[in-house]
Nanobody, 126 residues
Framework: QLQLVESGGGLVQPGGSLRLSCVVS????????IGWFRQAPGKEREGVSC????????DYADSVKDRFTISRDNAKNTMYLQMNSLKPEDTAVYFC???????????????????WGQGTQVTVSS
């Protein structure tokens, strides 16, 4: 039913910045909690950040706190992840996801999300 499409990934040097976008189609976004996740080759998918349906609550993994910022624009059915001060360990495929299971609450555990994008590659390297 829902389709999510990420964009904005690419190759950047350590210390650089990227802004990821995710456009959601098939439903109004305002009732969904939103999350960003990432997965490196051979590694488990991990939560990066989430934002509640109201936009008033956010959460971040300790590894990205104070470097990444999540936001949403319900009028455009779009969610964003601003990534600053990027490190090589941030290299991964980044996924956006949404869910109604949390009733609008913000959690960054992957099993709570049931609609996923296909991912966009972020590579941080010298």
């Amino acid at each position: 039913q829902l389709q999510l499409v990420e964009s904005g990934g690419g190759l950047v040097q350590p210390g650089g910045s990227l802004r990821l976008s995710c456009v959601v189609s098939g439903s109004n976004l305002d009732r969904y909690a939103i999350g960003w996740f990432r997965q490196a080759p051979g590694k488990e998918r991990e939560g990066v950040s989430c934002i509640s349906s109201s936009g008033r609550s956010t959460d971040y993994a300790d590894s990205v706190k104070d470097r990444f910022t999540i936001s949403r624009d319900n009028a455009k059915n779009t969610m964003y992840l601003q990534m600053n001060s990027l490190k090589p360990e941030d290299t991964a495929v980044y996924f956006c996801a949404v869910t109604l299971k949390l009733f609008g609450r913000c959690w960054i555990d992957p099993p709570s999300y049931d609609s996923w994008g296909q991912g966009t590659q972020v590579t941080v390297s010298s």
